[in-house]
């Protein structure tokens, strides 16, 4: 397996994409905030076996965290992220610093498109202009032919999708699987934070997303009807909030009122310190 190149600074990163370029290969690129679990590692998976060199982008971004929220206490693991992709292998990590991303007088902002006003845009105003400004400029500095994101973030592919769509950002997006632990949590770097009483109370989500399936898989139609059991299911599980369960249309993210074709159940609720996101795909077979 190829020990990653680890670059820092603009210009080294666009050397090495000129010489992959001028040697014919095609760019994957894996953008990440770092303390990489196996979800991340499916992305770059994804990345070596569909593009001939692999550039996984290492930054916490700032600019898509709230005043109040986790960005200071956020995971910094370097060398064992640097261990686990020479594991699976990639050519380039390019984790910059702050001011190689936001120089002094950085003032253009990406104005994120519609899917990004409800859900997670509700909650934390401002978080997907955030990821849209860094995205961008990401795809800008590496030139990437296919860029990897995760179901796991299901929203946040969206607007990245519609982003390259309403700019023309020549790139293709693709999403891959959500990667789960053997009992369904879905993998998060913030799953750290969490005890182990709270781990187990944290299962609230998959469970909440399993019950809407079930339902729905028994011919419950009625979208109040699953979202009501699954704020149910969060709630016996003791969830500390609940910011949102509702089923939505995988295009539009628009709330539906009746489940007739593909669906998609999101779910964001709080455990103690940590707030928590996961989302489920629904197909209502026949009656
Ligand atoms: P993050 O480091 O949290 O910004 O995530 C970087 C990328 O990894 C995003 O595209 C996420 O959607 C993706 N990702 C995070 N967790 C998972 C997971 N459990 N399964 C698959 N992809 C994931």
């Known amino acids: ?17 000129a010489d992959a370029r001028s040697a014919g290969r095609t760019i994957g690129l894996v953008p990440t905030m770092g303390a990489l679990h196996e979800g991340h590692l499916s992305l770059v998976k994804a990345a070596r076996e569909q593009c001939d060199t692999t550039i996984v982008t290492i930054f916490v971004n700032p600019t898509q965290f709230g005043p109040h929220e986790d960005f200071d206490r956020y995971p910094r693991t370097m060398e064992r992220d640097l261990q686990l992709l020479s594991q699976v292998g990639t050519d380039i990590v390019f984790a910059p610093d702050r001011p190689t991303i936001f120089p002094e007088g950085f003032s253009t902002y990406v104005e994120p498109p519609a899917v990004a006003q409800r859900w997670e845009g509700e909650c934390r105003p401002g978080h997907f202009r955030g990821v849209t400004t860094v995205v961008l400029k990401l795809f800008n500095l590496v ?4 860029a990897f994101f995760g179901q796991k973030d299901f929203q946040q592919a969206r607007v990245i999708q519609c982003m390259v769509d309403d700019l023309a950002v020549p790139v293709s997006v693709r999403v891959c699987p959500t990667v789960r632990e053997s009992d369904g949590l879905a993998l ?32 419950e139609r ?37 489940v007739q074709q593909r669906t998609v159940a999101i779910v964001a609720a709080v455990v103690g310190p940590t707030r928590l996101i996961d989302n489920l795909e629904i197909e209502p077979g026949p009656i």
Do not use: F
């Open 188 to 219: 998060s770097s913030r799953n750290r934070y969490l005890d182990d009483a709270q781990r187990s109370r944290a299962l609230a989500l998959w469970n909440s997303l399993l019950a809407a399936k079930q339902l729905v898989e028994r011919g």
């Open 143 to 146: 030139g990437a032919d296919v």
């Open 222 to 258: 009625q979208a109040r009807s699953v979202c009501d059991r699954m704020r149910q299911r969060l709630i016996e599980s003791g969830v500390d909030r609940i910011d949102y369960a509702a089923l939505v249309d995988p295009v539009t993210l628009q709330p539906v009122e009746r």
């Open 1 to 17: 397996m190829p020990v990653p190149r680890v670059v820092h600074s603009v210009r080294q990163l666009r050397g090495d994409v």
